[in-house]
């Protein structure tokens, strides 16, 4: 191995993309160009397809194979939400059991053998995993989630593992960003909003070197782009697919109406699987029979369809796009079509704030614990920055403005604060 070569990997896995930069005793190496057919090479979407149980493809071929194969198959994201759900063990693809420790370790594996390759055909098994401040809410789950990155690393064929939180990571970049902004040591507050979590960091930054102890608190809460999408489809989507069917069971009296609970998978496309589940299945297809609306089963099929084709990506994306939409405008149009789909759909600015008041909620209740806990008064802020499409959310902006003031706030647009001061962390650990 070349002196000059890396000896260790910084990954940030995420919800949404993942990316990997790496570091040797000296120096800190880019991000790995790891998806050649992405819009930026150095982004790999942390999507994977099946289109048999034995051949799988990730990223943005992922998409192209599932597209070109005409939707058959199964193609899967969001897993990184799935790590601190005790009841998500993993799932079955044809007659292939896959643990969710099997499914996560295949982006790992696939990014560790393209980073090998950029680097000469060398061979890591060191590594920094980024990790949210909390996975959960709850300590034993949030401890679960940690320990299944760790083994789907090592599954992925590293040998020494070493997890930090990514809004300390951040925080590495930021310093950089604004070490000689002028000069004194300043409070800063770290926004990162993901597709999965919430994370925030306050920390003390200056001239000097950052250091871990300069971090005054970390907190954060399971919930930021992903969950402002499922509000979209809870309010406004849903119905379309048989959300409010109406229906009378045989020899009963009383009008029933969908059960929540049973529409709820529909609510993430991590979790659309689960409507084949044959209690389910034959639920709804019992539904369907007892319907009593003129459109009833029409939304009904177009839920089969949607369920049987694995179309939940697509729609998400519509959604997705709505929501962005509706950073900048006062109304979003909703537009999904496919044989046997017709969804044409509007939402206002006013109702998804409605709609997704519960989430943001508590994502900036985490703020203020974490502002609690740093011990530090908001007025004593110098600069708020912030990370994510969802920061963009005119709510969520506004209140951090309220908080904060205007003037303190900056958007830190870069994709890649978080994989550099992992990159950095790993420096610091091979230079020990």
């Given at each position: 191995?070349?002196?000059?070569?890396?000896?260790?990997?910084?990954?940030?896995?995420?919800?949404?993309?993942?990316?990997?930069?790496?570091?040797?005793?000296?120096?800190?190496?880019?991000?790995?160009?790891?998806?050649?057919?992405?819009?930026?090479?150095?982004?790999?979407?942390?999507?994977?397809?099946?289109?048999?149980?034995?051949?799988?493809?990730?990223?943005?071929?992922?998409?192209?194979?599932?597209?070109?194969?005409?939707?058959?198959?199964?193609?899967?994201?969001?897993?990184?939400?799935?790590?601190?759900?005790?009841?998500?063990?993993?799932?079955?693809?044809?007659?292939?059991?896959?643990?969710?420790?099997?499914?996560?370790?295949?982006?790992?594996?696939?990014?560790?053998?393209?980073?090998?390759?950029?680097?000469?055909?060398?061979?890591?098994?060191?590594?920094?995993?980024?990790?949210?401040?909390?996975?959960?809410?709850?300590?034993?789950?949030?401890?679960?989630?940690?320990?299944?990155?760790?083994?789907?690393?090592?599954?992925?064929?590293?040998?020494?593992?070493?997890?930090?939180?990514?809004?300390?990571?951040?925080?590495?970049?930021?310093?950089?960003?604004?070490?000689?902004?002028?000069?004194?040591?300043?409070?800063?507050?770290?926004?990162?909003?993901?597709?999965?979590?919430?994370?925030?960091?306050?920390?003390?930054?200056?001239?000097?070197?950052?250091?871990?102890?300069?971090?005054?608190?970390?907190?954060?809460?399971?919930?930021?782009?992903?969950?402002?999408?499922?509000?979209?489809?809870?309010?406004?989507?849903?119905?379309?697919?048989?959300?409010?069917?109406?229906?009378?069971?045989?020899?009963?009296?009383?009008?029933?109406?969908?059960?929540?609970?049973?529409?709820?998978?529909?609510?993430?496309?991590?979790?659309?699987?689960?409507?084949?589940?044959?209690?389910?299945?034959?639920?709804?297809?019992?539904?369907?029979?007892?319907?009593?609306?003129?459109?009833?089963?029409?939304?009904?099929?177009?839920?089969?369809?949607?369920v049987d084709e694995g179309l939940g990506f697509q729609l998400f994306e519509v959604i997705e796009g709505a929501k962005k939409t509706l950073s900048g405008r006062d109304e979003a149009a909703i537009e999904f079509t496919y044989p046997d789909i017709d969804v044409h759909?509007?939402?206002?600015?006013?109702?998804?704030?409605?709609?997704?008041?519960?989430?943001?909620?508590?994502?900036?209740?985490?703020?203020?614990?974490?502002?609690?806990?740093?011990?530090?008064?908001?007025?004593?802020?110098?600069?708020?920055?912030?990370?994510?499409?969802?920061?963009?959310?005119?709510?969520?902006?506004?209140?951090?403005?309220?908080?904060?003031?205007a003037d303190k706030m900056r958007d830190f647009k870069s994709f890649h604060s978080v994989v550099q001061g992992l990159a950095h962390h790993a420096r610091s650990l091979l230079a020990e």
């Amino acid at each position: 191995m070349k002196a000059s070569a890396p000896t260790m990997y910084a990954i940030d896995f995420g919800t949404s993309n993942s990316l990997l930069a790496a570091a040797n005793g000296t120096d800190v190496f880019p991000p790995v160009p790891l998806d050649a057919s992405a819009p930026d090479p150095t982004i790999l979407r942390s999507v994977l397809y099946f289109p048999t149980a034995s051949r799988c493809f990730v990223g943005q071929q992922a998409l192209n194979e599932y597209v070109e194969n005409g939707l058959e198959g199964r193609l899967l994201r969001s897993l990184k939400r799935h790590l601190p759900t005790r009841s998500f063990r993993g799932t079955q693809i044809d007659n292939r059991q896959l643990s969710l420790e099997d499914l996560v370790a295949i982006p790992l594996r696939e990014m560790r053998t393209r980073a090998n390759a950029h680097f000469g055909d060398v061979d890591i098994k060191k590594v920094v995993l980024g990790r949210p401040a909390r996975f959960s809410t709850d300590d034993a789950d949030d401890d679960l989630a940690e320990k299944r990155l760790r083994i789907a690393a090592e599954k992925a064929g590293f040998e020494e593992i070493h997890v930090l939180p990514e809004p300390v990571a951040a925080a590495h970049e930021f310093s950089d960003a604004f070490a000689d902004a002028e000069a004194g040591e300043r409070v800063v507050v770290v926004c990162d909003f993901g597709g999965g979590t919430s994370d925030f960091t306050v920390l003390k930054l200056g001239k000097k070197a950052f250091e871990r102890t300069d971090v005054l608190a970390i907190g954060g809460a399971p919930l930021a782009g992903d969950a402002l999408d499922a509000s979209i489809m809870r309010s406004h989507v849903v119905k379309h697919f048989g959300g409010d069917v109406s229906y009378r069971v045989p020899m009963g009296h009383n009008v029933l109406t969908m059960p929540k609970n049973v529409m709820e998978p529909l609510c993430s496309p991590a979790h659309l699987s689960m409507m084949r589940r044959p209690d389910i299945a034959d639920f709804l297809r019992n539904v369907r029979s007892w319907s009593l609306g003129p459109d009833d089963r029409e939304k009904l099929d177009q839920l089969t369809t949607l369920v049987d084709e694995g179309l939940g990506f697509q729609l998400f994306e519509v959604i997705e796009g709505a929501k962005k939409t509706l950073s900048g405008r006062d109304e979003a149009a909703i537009e999904f079509t496919y044989p046997d789909i017709d969804v044409h759909d509007a939402i206002s600015r006013e109702a998804f704030e409605t709609a997704s008041s519960r989430p943001i909620a508590t994502i900036l209740a985490a703020l203020d614990e974490t502002m609690a806990a740093s011990g530090v008064r908001a007025s004593d802020v110098d600069l708020v920055c912030c990370t994510g499409g969802t920061a963009r959310v005119p709510r969520i902006a506004q209140a951090i403005a309220e908080r904060f003031g205007a003037d303190k706030m900056r958007d830190f647009k870069s994709f890649h604060s978080v994989v550099q001061g992992l990159a950095h962390h790993a420096r610091s650990l091979l230079a020990e």
